[in-house]
């Protein structure tokens, strides 16, 4: 059974960067993707990055671009979220999410396995 535990959400200031840790076990995850999605108070859970295993391309949410960077530690079986430039509107709880698949959908249906989430709260 594939477990996802995330962990390192917090409460920081615009500007400021967070990183999470998504704990992954259970499969060998080579021909997986690998992904993070975020739910803000009465929205839905929407996409934010994510990259597949084996070749490592990696997919950004146009208003997270150029701010997080997912990555990841094969030894670890550990996936990461590096959040900079921190906004208000990043608030949310940040899911780990993974999918047997080889090419990363931002539709929640499409992901086989969800962690319990983290939240993250961006004060201005």
């Known amino acids: 059974q594939v477990q996802l535990v995330e962990s390192g959400g917090g409460l920081m200031q615009a500007g400021g960067s967070l990183r999470l840790s998504c704990a992954a076990s259970?499969?060998?995850?080579?021909?997986?993707?690998m992904g993070w999605f975020r739910q803000a108070p009465g929205k839905e859970r929407e996409f934010v990055a994510a990259f597949t295993w084996s070749g490592g391309n990696v997919y950004y949410a146009d208003s997270v671009k150029g701010r997080f960077t997912i990555s990841r530690d094969n030894a670890k079986n550990t996936v990461y979220l590096q959040m900079n430039s921190l906004k208000p509107e990043d608030t949310a709880v940040y899911y780990c999410a993974a999918a047997l698949s080889v090419v990363p959908s931002t539709s929640i249906k499409s992901w086989d396995y969800w962690g319990q989430g983290t939240q993250v709260t961006v004060s201005s």
């Open positions: 259970g499969r060998t995850f080579g021909s997986y993707v």
